[in-house]
Structure formats: C-alpha cells, structure tokens
C-alpha cells in the first residue's frame, strides 16, 4: 500500500502562571517548534489556551476585567515571530488561544497555520463545560461557560499539509459527536488541545480516572472514525491547580504511537500515514455501506434525555 505521511508533533506545555509574559511563553514555543523542524515535522500543535494560564479557573463579576487574556488579533505583535518563524523554517503550527472578536465575541478558539505562515484555519471550541456563575465553594472555579461563548459554526474539515485536517479543543474530545461530524466529512488528522484538571469538582471520584478517560475518548474517537487524533495539553501545577499531561498520539487503529511522559514542555512526534485511515473507513467502518441514519433521528432532534 503505498504511504502518504504527515509527520506531526506534539507540543505540551507545562504550567504557564498568571504573571508569565505572553512574550515568555511566546519563546517557549518557538523552542518547541525548532525541536519540532529538527525532528522533520510537517506540523506542531500546541494547548488549548497556549498562551496564558487557564484564567478560567477564577471568577471576575465584571468580564471586561478578564480582556487582558484575551488575542484581539492572530497575528498580534506578539504573536507575530510564531508566523515569522514557522515560514522561516517550513513549519505548520496549530495554536489555541482566547479570541475576543471586533463585535465582542469570546471564543475558545484554534488557529492552524501552514508552511508559509498563513491562516488555514480558524476553530471554535463548540462544547463548552463547566459553569456560567460564581461557585465560591469550590477550590477553584471552572468558568469556560462563562469566559466563553459556544461556536456556532460546528466541526469543519480543511486540506491542508495533504491531509483532510479537522479541529477539537479540549471538551470536544468527550463527545463522540464531534469525531462523527468530522468522520463524515473523510477526516484524516483530528488536532486537540487540553487544559483537564485532574481534580473534578462534581465528582472527585472522577480523579483518579483522568487518564485513563482521557486516552479512552481519543482512542475510541480514532478507531471509530478511521482518524488520526493528536491530543496536546497543558499540564502540571499551574497556579495551584493540577492539570494532566500525557498529550497522545493516536492511530486510526486507536492504538497510542506517542505519548508524553512529563507534566512539563515536551515535544513528541509520529510519522503518521494518511492511507492508514482507508483500512478502517474502507472496511469496518464503510460509512456508506453500514451506517443506518435513518435510526439515528435523536442524535440531532433532541440535546437531554427523553423517555418518550
Ligand atoms: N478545558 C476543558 O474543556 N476542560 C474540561 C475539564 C472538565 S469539565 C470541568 C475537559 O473536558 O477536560
């Protein structure tokens, strides 16, 4: 069978702290990308949220306090030698950061950006977890809902890096619905990236399997899809808090070919061939052949639960 590769890396961040510049952490991954060049990478892909601490995790009664998290441009003058540099070296990148848009709108969002330095395209976080209001009782808050408005715009798919490349951030990754969409639309790489704290306020019992829901989400998006799914966190301590790391490297087999072994920046790599996909989707799961929407009807008709 002949081969069609991406060589992707994986580029985890360790904690970025409230009082890190944006221009410290703008250094840190021009380093993860020349690791990235020297190791032939088509394409590095960076955290959701990669360029400041995950501020959701604190409450502030008046929004506009909370701006100064927030990209009012992609370029910005700050961000700016990330593009310069992936053109320099012949590198893609994928990068996840906070958007406030011209009229206002706060997005979760990830940009991917192609060889030559120039927007491909722009993803919005569509599931959005946690919390709208101040929940003063818990160690720390988790307030995406109300940083964060949902995406109207869904999954897309865009040709890129000879690849059929779609986007996740984060929560997205949980719900076999956002792997489907994609599916359906002959998806070859998923690009993920991850703030997960390893405490879960509502449900501590949930703590010890972070890791393992983690890699049970991705792998199982992966095989069920026919996919590639490169998943990239932000992890350890930061600012107190205790997030995950093992960013992976999933195969269309659903089997890990990479994975992170610190909590700290770490860059990891596969050779991921694109062709790989077909033996899933052109045999287990031939959508066309064995798919059955016609019984499916719910999945979109209804959000929550109905017994009728
Ligand atoms: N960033 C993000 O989406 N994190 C969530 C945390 C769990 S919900 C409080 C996640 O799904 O990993």
Not at 27 to 45: E, F, N, P
Not at 86 to 106: K, M, N, S, V, Y
Not at 219 to 227: E, F, L, P, W
Not at 245 to 268: C, F, H, K, R, Y
Request: aromatic share 10%; proline share 6%.
């Amino acid at each position: 069978m002949s081969e069609r590769i991406v060589t992707v890396g994986a580029a985890q961040l360790g904690p970025i702290q409230a009082d890190h510049s944006r221009e410290s952490v703008v250094a840190r991954l021009l380093d993860l990308m020349r690791q990235a060049k020297s190791r032939d990478c088509d394409l590095v892909v960076y955290p959701e949220l990669a360029l400041t601490t995950f501020f959701p995790r604190w409450f502030v009664d008046d929004i506009s306090q909370a701006d100064h998290w927030y990209e009012t441009e992609m370029p910005s003058p700050v961000t700016r030698p990330l593009f310069d540099e992936a053109a320099r070296l012949g590198i893609g990148f994928c990068l996840g950061f906070a958007e406030l848009t011209p009229d206002g709108h706060r997005f979760n969002t990830q940009v991917l950006v192609d060889k030559t330095g120039t927007e491909v395209a722009r993803y919005r976080k569509v599931h959005i977890p946690g919390h709208e209001h101040h929940e003063p009782d818990r160690p720390f808050q988790h307030a995406e809902r109300y940083y964060f408005e949902p995406s109207p715009e869904g999954f897309g798919v865009w040709d890129a890096f000879g690849a059929r490349m779609g986007m996740m951030i984060c929560n997205d990754r949980r719900w076999p619905e956002s792997y489907r969409v994609m599916g359906l639309q002959g998806v070859e790489m998923i690009l993920c990236g991850y703030n997960t704290p390893i405490h879960y306020v509502p449900d501590p019992s949930q703590d010890i399997l972070q890791g393992f829901h983690n890699a049970l989400v991705m792998q199982s998006g992966a095989y069920q899809n026919g996919t590639w799914v490169v998943g990239v966190a932000k992890g350890g301590v930061e600012e107190g808090v205790d997030s995950l790391g093992q960013s992976m490297i999933v195969a269309p087999s659903g089997q890990i070919v990479a994975q992170a072994l610190s909590t700290d920046d770490e860059l990891i790599t596969a050779r991921c061939d694109l062709e790989w996909c077909k033996r899933y989707t052109g045999t287990l799961f031939d959508f066309e052949r064995y798919r059955r929407p016609e019984v499916y009807g719910r999945i979109t008709a209804q959000r929550g639960v109905s017994k009728d």
